[in-house]
């Protein structure tokens, strides 16, 4: 197949979840032929109507696209849909892209590139921020890393679905070592948000007026501006769940001890997490920490149905 950089590349989006969605259509919009899987069939149908093509495995999608991203939960997920029975590496045409965005250790995409690269395919590790609102917009940031080559063929398709592409050298890894302190932060901030509001709610000042105030002071963070609305309006649908901060912060956790680095607080921010799912949210919202804290002093919170 003519992979020349003017020859337009058809997209793969492996794993339409919250992000996956967003970037998938963001590139159907700028005109990308954009093909999308997912084991949901009602997720399928939902992207066939945005004028994609749906299909419920990689297999079905890799002879027809050049780029694939690979935005799944986890590493087994990755590697199941890398390297399975359906998997990419077999079907893939050589020359390909295959863009893999979780949240993973970094030392895990070099061994991925070396096992796609005896098949004639490119890696780049390229983890993505920004949330769902951001991947509808199509202004996702993708944290990239990878072979120059990989660049040359993806380029166009990233600029699709990216609002900005940072690259970050030739070596696969350096892109998941900056989205682990990425997360290291992403969780600290959203622990300490949901924190300082229970705090704030227990001695009485107005949640409203409070998460005002602070968006307007020092103390904001883009966490707490984003997700303490969450918290006022009693609303924990999982844009992006606790769980998920279970396993970055603990992956942050495993590098970090590789390297004898200390992260007490990072360390205190995933103990508050586990504490969270321990009481049963675990699949709710990250801004769901704030249950935690009302648990432990008996903090009414607002509610969906509350004026």
Request: aromatic share 6%; charged share 15%; with cysteine.
């Amino acid at each position: 197949m003519n992979t020349s950089s003017k020859q337009p590349r058809h997209l793969g989006v492996i794993g339409l979840g919250s992000m996956g969605m967003g970037a998938a259509c963001s590139a159907l919009r700028q005109g990308v032929k954009t093909w999308g899987c997912d084991t949901r069939a009602a997720v399928r149908e939902q992207f066939a109507a945005a004028g994609g093509v749906a299909v419920a495995t990689a297999r079905e999608l890799a002879p027809h696209c050049q780029v694939v991203l690979v935005l799944v939960v986890n590493a087994a997920q990755t590697e199941e849909v890398l390297f399975g029975p359906d998997g990419l590496a077999d079907h893939l045409i050589s020359g390909s892209v295959v863009i893999c965005s979780a949240t993973v250790d970094p030392a895990l995409p070099p061994q991925w590139e070396k096992r796609l690269a005896e098949k004639g395919l490119l890696l780049i590790d390229g983890p993505v921020s920004g949330g769902a609102r951001k991947a509808a917009e199509g202004q996702m940031t993708v944290m990239a890393s990878g072979q120059p080559r990989a660049f040359e063929v993806a380029s166009d398709c990233m600029q699709a679905f990216a609002g900005k592409v940072y690259r970050l050298g030739e070596r696969v890894g350096i892109g998941s070592t900056v989205k682990m302190v990425n997360q290291h932060l992403a969780g600290v901030h959203i622990a300490a948000a949901c924190e300082a509001m229970a705090l704030g709610m227990r001695a009485g000042a107005d949640p409203d007026q409070l998460y005002e105030v602070i968006c307007n002071s020092a103390g904001m963070s883009w966490m707490f501006q984003n997700r303490v609305p969450h918290i006022l309006e009693g609303d924990y649908t999982p844009l992006s769940a606790v769980n998920i901060f279970v396993k970055d912060l603990g992956i942050v956790l495993d590098a970090a001890r590789k390297l004898a680095f200390p992260l007490p607080l990072a360390a205190t921010a995933h103990q508050l997490y586990l504490a969270t799912a321990a009481l049963g949210h675990g699949g709710e919202d990250d801004a769901a920490v704030v249950k935690y804290y009302a648990a432990l002093a008996g903090l009414e919170l607002p509610t969906k149905d509350a004026p």
